[in-house]
């Protein structure tokens, strides 16, 4: 029995910090908690007015499409460049190991210095990005880039891909070392191109990690509030207001506990449930 | 092999054109305002002026405090992820337990968990055990995070320990926790190495629950008050950048002097998945 006492205190710990409090936001979004009765405890029962509150509100939808194009449009970015850049990286020339340790660095770094230093990149008054495109000719593009509501999520999605590109290709060159050299011998001989090898070798074994990259990634994009909350807030006029930002919104703005907690719960349950049939299709692969 | 040079001189431009935000940011910190507001932008800040970091970190206290919170919630994050991961990666990994896989379920779990979802309740708990505003609340939260991904990434180290060496520490009268300590520890320092800088890292950049669980400026970490920064200057861009300069450093610093391990531990961490 002894044994069950190493893992018991980190156990208990994420029993309480984590499960307890999974739990009570779950238990929260069937009460009218408001600013006047959560700390009392005396919010009464409502059942699933919270939800039909957060679902019927006219923004809701917004929010949704919002967090979904910010979602996929950063995820595939990432993913695709995160893939060439790991393609590119590996192979073996002077530098390479340090040019890709450099390349970690945007991921490394505090979510609101990136998110700081975007801001002042996008700004409108002499901001790099608008000098850049003059300086390529492109000057009748130049913008105040957040605070329009047209282009506030494009920037923040830059933002986003630039910092999530270093996950790609961490994993993904991990991936590709683990590929074995000798098929692509054979398939040089072959007279194989490198075009060739590309969608017939790598795609088709990477295909798994892929998977994996791809699924991290949409989790941890998905919940993205840092550096959207600090480049803009949501706005401007809530362009840029995903799920996260909106559920913050509810309970420490509006300090609507009971709505901010049914808002929670599905921002909680989108991910879980695309988890569950990756694992479930990822299981019945293994068994075939 | 014939050197590729070739490839370096185009790897050395992706390289230097991913890195460009960052370099934008330090040459802002270290121009004056004539300076950043010309057209076309100066591109090298020479020569360069350091009033900024003066303005915005030296001569600021609130900012100094918020370094120093910052420091000691990172500090106390590693060594509650430390005490808490290690055993339990090492109980997950070698003692045969049954319901290993139930055990593991809540640390894989976590991964999903937005950040904001555990506010409200942690606030809750934290008021009703008089923690709000105290660094130790954001201890506490930030081993919520650095945790599962701690027992994760500890795991695989774990599971390579030669089963050998803890038999014979035991037939030696060790007894297990004398084996874990004396035999398995020191043998999966560099894992333990890798987890610490990870914490830190996480938890130095750390956002959502500082916000959320500190109304206090006197304990808030350094990421809330930088983002109370940009909405107090709004375009004063070179203090800006100079403190935002600042807080990413340790990292920095850490990232040069540890890349080795580091990269090392989360290249066999992704090839684990």
């Not at chain 1, 949409?218 to 706005?235: A, E, L, R």
């Amino acid at each position: 029995m002894g044994r069950y006492a190493f893992p018991a205190p980190a156990l208990i710990y994420l029993l309480v910090f984590m499960v307890y409090p999974i739990l009570y936001t779950f238990y929260l979004s069937f009460r009218g908690a408001n600013a006047v009765n959560f700390l009392s405890g005396t919010a009464p029962f409502v059942g699933l007015d919270n939800y039909r509150a957060v679902l019927s509100s006219p923004t809701f939808v917004r929010t949704l499409v919002i967090t979904l194009t910010f979602t996929i449009c950063s995820l595939a970015f990432q993913h695709v460049i995160g893939f060439a850049l790991a393609l590119f990286f590996n192979r073996e020339f002077p530098f390479v190991r340090l040019f890709r340790a450099l390349l970690l660095l945007g991921w490394m770094l505090p979510a609101v210095v990136n998110a700081s230093l975007w801001r002042w990149m996008f700004s409108g008054s002499f901001g790099v990005v608008n000098s850049l495109l003059e300086t390529v000719g492109l000057g009748g593009l130049q913008h105040d880039w957040l605070t329009d509501p047209n282009t506030a999520l494009g920037a923040v999605i830059v933002a986003d891909v630039w910092v999530g590109i270093p996950f790609h290709m961490l994993l993904l060159h991990a991936g590709l070392q683990s590929l074995p050299g000798s098929v692509y011998e054979a398939a040089r001989i072959d007279g194989a191109s490198a075009w060739r090898q590309f969608t017939s070798i790598t795609v088709p074994l990477m295909r798994p990690i892929m998977f994996t990259a791809l699924l991290l990634g949409f989790v941890q994009t998905f919940k993205s509030f840092d550096i959207i909350y600090v480049m803009t807030g949501g706005g401007p006029a809530g362009a840029t207001t995903v799920l996260p930002v909106s559920v913050y919104n509810l309970s420490f703005d509006y300090f609507q506990f009971g709505q901010g907690a049914a808002a929670a719960n599905i921002l909680l349950v989108i991910p879980l449930l695309l988890s569950i049939v990756y694992l479930w299709n990822r299981r019945r692969e293994d068994a075939a | 092999m014939r050197k590729r040079w070739g490839l370096t001189a185009v790897g050395a431009v992706i390289t230097a054109a991913y890195l460009f935000p960052v370099y934008w940011m330090v040459a802002t910190s270290l121009k004056d305002r004539t300076d950043i507001f010309s057209s076309p932008p100066k591109w090298v800040p020479w020569p360069p002026r350091f009033d900024a970091y003066h303005s915005a970190v030296l001569d600021n206290p609130v900012m100094l405090r918020a370094l120093g919170n910052s420091a000691i919630i990172a500090v106390g994050t590693v060594i509650m992820t430390l005490l808490l991961a290690a055993p339990a990666g090492y109980g997950m990994a070698r003692l045969k337990l049954r319901w290993t896989g139930l055990m593991m379920l809540p640390f894989l779990v976590s991964q999903l968990v937005p950040t904001i979802n555990l506010a409200v309740p942690l606030y809750l708990i934290f008021s009703r055990t008089g923690l709000v505003n105290t660094q130790l609340s954001l201890i506490i939260a930030n081993t919520i995070i650095t945790l599962p991904f701690a027992v994760i990434l500890l795991r695989p180290f774990f599971l390579r320990v030669p089963a050998e060496l803890e038999e014979a520490a035991a037939t030696d009268g060790c007894g297990r926790l004398g084996a874990f300590w004396r035999i398995v520890l020191p043998i999966v320092r560099p894992g333990l190495l890798t987890v610490a800088v990870f914490a830190f890292v996480m938890t130095w950049g750390e956002f959502a629950m500082g916000l959320t669980l500190t109304t206090d400026e006197r304990v808030q970490p350094v990421t809330v008050i930088l983002n109370q920064f940009i909405g107090q200057y709004g375009t004063e861009w070179a203090p800006l950048m100079a403190a935002s300069t600042i807080v990413a450093l340790p990292i920095v610093i850490l990232f040069v002097g540890l890349q080795r391990l580091v990269v090392g531990g989360l290249a066999a961490g992704a090839v684990k998945e």
